[in-house]
């Protein structure tokens, strides 16, 4: 231990008693997240309240130790991973959070895991719309930090379009206020949207305002089976789109996810009709009868095209159809032991293009690459599977990705839609960006945090420079 941090380390124990852990299973436990590599810090700081925030960072900024900031530790690109140990300043305890009926706002401290703000919402006749996939767990810091999305963003948006106002503490520990929790502010530079997304680069969310929306009364989900990606994507997807549909969820699976998902369920989607490429489809509404009839129209707009479909008679009938979709991830390790999940984003009509490009990228590579996501708004999750104790598929899966980015940029793509750069995605970084767009962020970070401790190694330098040097990439558990 250096004498800096043996320094800061005894000004922690000092000003934030009962809040500093050293064993090595609290260390641990804080030195990775979903991307399943690990870097232990020196020290976790888990704070009791958001004043303790900014203590921590005064003291990390004086001597000039790296802070990682950390909700639930879903990030799926490394952001939560620190990799200059230092310390991993831990927000889950910020639990509080309340609701106005009145303003319609939701007061809500970075440690609250999403769907907990979403059932109290809905207790109220009130809707927060982002819903990524780890919503039971992750936590609406995280989700503020990567700029979280979900399945119905092509109706209601991300993260960022709820976000009202922020409150934290900067690099030295001072705290700022962006915004107010009102519904118009115009004073100043607008701080609060360059947060949203920074991944914890530029200072620490403890709280949120965030805008919340009139409960939607009644919801219709469908789920509608094509001959192949590309009916699925230009006679399906488009044609909705073109014909003013604005489902809240439009959600896509290629043959090969379809295929794992039958596998593991023992039995086919369709009945004879096996390996079908899907859409999911919901529609919203106050009015029963106008979103039943906006149903109606929408399969008979779809049916020429399409093999066969099924609208849920209830909610248990959604679940299940919705159970297919959350069946593909695991399923597909029937294909792999490990996966790359690429969350790129490509214009809507380039999207059957881009599947073009995957099947082709599989039989270049020889590996399985499902694609699912949502189609609505161009954001799909394409997968590379191999096998990690296989080092021809570990240079193919490498090889593949880095074409995968090259064709999604030459789209007009963008490399990520919802998980953000972290570590995964670093080594692409100079693929979507100018050196004069990234020299502008990194202005910017120096801007905000001189010493550079706030979350360092990410998003600007290569992620091979980690993965050679300083992480555990063989963690025990599969990659999952």
Known sequence: MNADLESAMQCLQAELPGRILLDEDSRFAASYDNLRISRMPDVVVRVHEAADVGRCLAIAHQYGISVTTRGAGSSATGSAV???????????????????????????EAGVVTADLQAAAEAKGLFYPPDPSSKSYSTIGGNIACNAGGMRCLKYGVTRDYVVALEGFLADG???????????????????DLFIGSEGMLGVVTKAYLRLLSLPAVRWTAMVAFADEETALETGVLRLLKAG??????????????????MRKGQPVFPGQPGSTLLLIELDGMDAQKVAQRGRDLITLLQPSSRSYHVAANASEAESIWQVRR????????????????????????QSELLRKTLQLREDIGLATPTFGHAGDGNLHV???YNRNDADHVAKAKLGIRQLMQSVVALGGVITGEHGIG?????????????????????????????????PGKMFIPFEVWNEATLNVSMPWDHR
């Open 327 to 350: 069946t593909c991830s695991q399923s597909m390790f029937a294909l792999g032991d490990t996966k790359l999940n690429e969350d790129v984003v490509v214009p809507l009509d380039k």
């Open 383 to 385: 997968h590379i599977m």
């Open 423 to 455: 570590l995964a995605k670093s080594s692409y970084f100079d693929l979507q960006h100018s050196p004069a767009e990234i020299a502008s962020m990194q202005a910017v970070k120096k801007a905000l945090d001189p010493k550079g401790i706030l979350n």
């Open 245 to 262: 549909f604005a489902p809240s969820i439009l959600e896509f699976l290629d043959r090969q996810s379809v295929v794992c998902a039958e």
């Open 174 to 192: 001072s705290p700022f206020r962006w915004g107010l929790p009102l519904r118009k502010y115009a004073s100043g530079f607008n701080m609060r």
């Open 82 to 108: 620190p990799v200059y140990a230092g310390i991993v300043l831990d927000l889950s305890a910020l639990g509080d959070f309340s609701i106005d009926v009145t303003t319609r706002m939701a007061s809500v």
